[in-house]
């Protein structure tokens, strides 16, 4: 049997009793480590479970599926993956891969960030499209986000901003060498996401003179920083203002806010910055929507 | 301090190890029985956890908050949820309560039917607005989420139908009466979802005479039921095969796909039925998108 097992969001008690039950019957145990991070690490973990550690990184997912799955057929392997398997990232290739080998396969859930950002009090089903924003480098500044931003913005939706996360990079120097040589591991924050959005509205704003723009500076949004643990953040304030916040440590999340209900905005005013809540007030006191 | 803890999809072994510390340590545990249900049920997880529950309706939620929160600012209360506490259904308006109050509250978070439904191999990120479906009654046949399905779709997108449940609901009779006698619990099936979506397609149909509707009876679709649970079922199919498939007990929903990325197709393919694969593959085989 393949187990999928989602470990949550925050440390090693996260993973449900069921997922822990399973953990320890497997006789291999492999941790996905490339799509996300726990606010604790691989050693944190095998204390906790008793088991030892196999690191997934992509190399081993995409390309080493073989090896994962070897006598699957026999014995027991679980696939740890933080947040829920199928969240926001999908390991349905190694999925089809089991079945396509007559493996069992089976799912234990968790909490994901596709589900969890609920708590900050926009609520789950006036979400539209979820985005990506990825670091931008010198000759690649991807804008298309912004655009599905302001699609379901102007739908009245919010929009889930899924930050990038860089491990086991190589310097574009390195790959055409060859060398194995990894650079640190980059998450971008809230503060660069919200930085990178003025910059495109910026630009926009040049482009399409006069034009009216979907997402603005004023535009609410909220910063949500390790969701889940012990010492996560939510802020809530209007874009410009996220851009000199400091959440701390990763993982960061960037939610820009659609049409608000009287609701999701008393809820907002929990994490509001004091000097973000005469917006919100503005908001709540108009149409519901900034 | 309160506690909002999820208690996910499945059965008493689906929370978290950190959900059942917490539980343990709490001296009044309130269980939220109406919005959602397991395949256990109250005298289940009392075993499980070894502590008494205290069923929270409606009407104890909505009007007895005060009676939940009582002493939470010097004892620990505990609210249990299935699935993640704000999940489908949020208790923005308890934690506010809690706020007001000066009560410290934290969220443990577990797996939503709106994370857990990407294990159907329909991808996350993919999902448009979340539509809820409920039971028509003589006079009250609302359409307004099939509006939504065609707009999401019209997108590319996909969408998750959440289907009504009715518990403690009373007759109108007995409600004029005042009497509390409640009719038995009613959950509304991926056959009675598919039922309705059709009738409202034939419709419109006739209304618009030879306009191009976003959903038709053709439209692939995947009903699934008791998700997370031992005995889950999915079952991909064209919605006019849904009508008459029997996925067995609650909970059900259905999904709308929208386009559809090979891998997806690939994914579907696992569960669908054998007549339906035929629609399947023309979807593979055209532009990914029925």
């Given amino acids: 049997m393949l187990y999928l097992i989602g470990l949550g969001l925050g440390d090693a008690a996260d993973i449900t009793v069921k997922g822990l039950q399973a953990v320890k019957s497997c006789s291999r145990v492999y941790l996905e480590a490339y799509t996300s991070i726990l606010t604790v690490g691989k050693e944190a973990l095998e204390e906790f479970y008793g088991k030892d550690l196999i690191l997934a990184d992509r190399d081993l997912v995409e390309q080493g ?3 994962i799955l070897k006598d699957a057929d026999v014995t027991d392997v679980a696939f740890l993956v933080v947040g829920d398997p199928f969240g926001a990232t999908t390991h349905s290739d190694l999925v089809l891969r089991a079945v396509h080998a007559g493996i069992p396969y089976r799912v234990i859930h ?6 969890a950002v609920g708590c900050c009090g926009l609520q789950l089903y006036n979400f539209g499209e979820t985005v990506s924003l990825v670091f931008w480098t010198d000759t690649w500044r991807p804008e298309s986000f912004y655009d599905k931003i302001c699609k379901n913005r102007t739908a009245g939706l919010h929009t889930l901003c899924l930050l990038d996360i860089k491990v086991k990079e190589q310097s574009v120097e390195n790959m055409m060498r060859g060398k194995k040589i990894f650079e640190p591991p980059r998450f971008m924050t809230v503060s660069q996401a919200a930085d990178q959005l003025i910059q495109i509205i910026q630009r926009r704003r040049e482009e399409e003179q006069g034009a009216e723009l979907g997402v603005t500076e004023d535009t609410v949004c909220v910063g949500v920083a390790r969701l889940g643990a012990d010492d996560q953040k939510i802020c809530t304030a209007m874009l410009r203002q996220l851009v000199s916040c400091d959440l701390g440590g990763p993982l960061h999340s960037l939610l820009v806010t659609g049409r608000l209900h009287p609701l999701e905005v008393d809820m907002l005013r ?7 809540l005469q917006h919100l007030h503005m908001i709540d006191s108009s149409t519901y929507c900034s």
């Fill in 65 to 67: 599926a073989d090896e």
């Fill in 110 to 115: 968790n909490a994901s960030i596709m589900n």
């Fill in 270 to 276: 929990v994490s509001a910055e004091p000097n973000a």
